[in-house]
């Protein structure tokens, strides 16, 4: 008498799926996208300048190698080298430009002008820094909303 049953001689293999790799690949996204995404407000919120709204943007200069002038309200204009630089007040514009331009001509320059600025105020930082011969002069504006 056989008391085995028909199928008892062919071993059956149980699949599974193992769930610790894709936790690891999972939490390895979560991990890059948290530091690869700005906290909070953008970069233009930030500011304490209001910048005016304009149709036509670029995204606001978004690299790291650039300099940025703002003019705020009342006129005052100061420098930002690099994100990495504190502001530095401007009282001569042209000699700080110069200065700027021997030690980096490549560097693009942003105005971020204060929409309460005057334009006169505005228009000379765009002329001057064209003079000295800064190539990639951008004006900065805030997105419609």
């Known amino acids: 008498m056989n008391f085995r049953s028909p199928g008892a001689g062919r071993r059956r293999v149980e699949t599974t799926l193992e769930l610790t790799p894709l936790i690891d690949v999972i939490f390895l996204l979560l991990i890059f996208f948290v530091m690869t ?43 930002q080298r690099s994100p990495d630089h504190p502001e530095e007040a401007i009282d001569d514009l042209r000699a700080t430009l110069d200065d700027l331009y021997e030690r980096a001509p490549q560097t693009p320059i942003w ?35």
């Open 37 to 79: 995404t700005s906290p909070g407000m953008r970069a233009a919120e930030r500011l304490d300048v209001a910048l005016p709204e304009a149709e036509s943007t670029d995204g606001g200069g978004q690299v790291d190698d650039r300099a940025v002038l703002r003019v705020y309200a009342d006129g005052t204009v100061v420098l």
């Open 111 to 145: 105005i971020r002008g204060d929409v309460d600025a005057t334009h006169g105020a505005v228009i000379e930082i765009l002329d001057t820094a064209r003079q000295v011969g800064f190539d990639r002069v951008h004006m900065a504006v805030r997105p419609p909303t």
